[in-house]
């Protein structure tokens, strides 16, 4: 079996980042699996996967050209004769879609987005018969592909795209006189509310004691975000874009999420599993994740006051946030257990081998 694996891009985040995981799965159940990316952007997903043994082919070209993708991707796909595709996300899955009716080649399709335009979602409904499988990368996206898509049960399945670690390291307990500590991971962009938390840091009671608070992140809202952080008169360290996360993330006393929109979201699952208590949006596969009031809070999106209550509770008690991480990281590893992560990923591997 030979898999050409098509992505969106190689950008430092995302659905992206996880592909040396997912592949090694793959990988080890017999396939031999081949990178695509129809644009580069950041290009910060490259070095890991081609550190974990895959090789990776990158088009020099955008995100709108899509005749020009699609004939780039054809030309790889004939040249290198995969007996099946994998797609992921929606740029990826429709040209893939398009691509495998051409060359008679069975294609699984990947979703990992909770929100889709009006007029991709139009596109995969259409289109969704031609993949022979679909994977939802958590609960909420396996449902809502379900809805949206019109997916049928038979050809749906769910492969949670998070493979949680024991051996990441773990924050280090507040301590009494210190500040706490609040951090997030994610780009600089609208869908991730950052702006929504500018304006909950603003709304937090005289009485509550100022917390750090960082983001590591790069994007195109930086110089937004700066403005608005000044006019409300709130500190916030727009850190940059970080390649050890895991590091961040352990210098840390709270997690805040405050998307707009999310799929699984990673970043929060790996900031439980180093031990901290998660504030985050309802969006997503959060709520399925956080258990409210042991291990963070879930709030609206969008809601600035409810974050602000809900900053406000943690930062009024700080001495409960370890205890609140331990059981954020104890379910993290219990409900993504690398066994399980495997084992579901084989059990997709074992459906396609009858295609």
Request: proline share 6%.
């Amino acid at each position: 079996m030979r898999i050409a694996y098509i992505i969106n891009s190689v950008e430092g985040g995302g659905a992206a980042l996880p592909v040396p995981s997912i592949t090694e799965v793959l990988r080890a159940g017999g396939a031999e699996v081949r990178i695509y990316a129809l644009t580069r952007r950041d290009g910060r997903a490259v070095a890991p996967m081609e550190a974990s043994g895959l090789t990776v082919t990158v088009r020099d070209g955008g995100e709108k050209d899509h005749v020009a993708a699609f004939r780039w991707l054809d030309r790889q796909i004939a040249a290198d004769r995969p007996t099946h595709l994998w797609t992921s996300l929606t740029r990826a899955t429709l040209l893939g879609q398009l691509i495998g009716r051409k060359r008679g080649l069975p294609v699984v399709s990947w979703q990992h987005a909770a929100y889709l335009k009006p007029a991709n979602r139009r596109l995969l409904r259409l289109l969704q018969p031609l993949s022979r499988l679909w994977v939802g990368d958590s609960d909420a996206v396996t449902r809502l592909t379900a809805e949206r898509l019109k997916v049928p049960a038979e050809r749906l399945v769910q492969w949670p795209i998070f493979r949680a670690d024991a051996a990441a390291s773990r924050a280090r307990p507040w301590q009494a006189g210190e500040p706490v500590r609040i951090g997030s991971l994610g780009r600089l962009h609208p869908v991730k509310g950052y702006d929504v938390l500018i304006d909950a840091l603003a709304r937090l009671p005289a009485h509550i004691p100022r917390p750090h608070v960082a983001i590591a992140g790069e994007g195109a809202e930086r110089a937004t975000l700066t403005a608005q952080a000044e006019s409300a008169g709130v500190a916030i360290d727009l850190a940059g874009y970080t390649d050890d996360p895991r590091a961040f993330l352990a210098g840390l006393h709270v997690y805040v999420q405050p998307s707009r929109s999310e799929g699984l979201c990673v970043a929060a699952h790996e900031a439980m599993q180093a031990g901290l208590p998660v504030v985050a949006s309802a969006v997503g596969q959060l709520p399925y994740s956080i258990a409210d009031g042991r291990s963070g809070f879930t709030v609206p999106p969008g809601d600035a006051q409810a974050l602000a209550d809900a900053l406000a509770t943690l930062l009024a008690a700080p001495d409960r946030l370890a205890a609140m991480g331990d059981t954020a990281r104890a379910d993290v590893l219990d409900r993504f257990d690398p066994a399980r992560f495997g084992a579901a990923g084989l059990a997709i591997l074992e459906r396609m081998r009858g295609f």
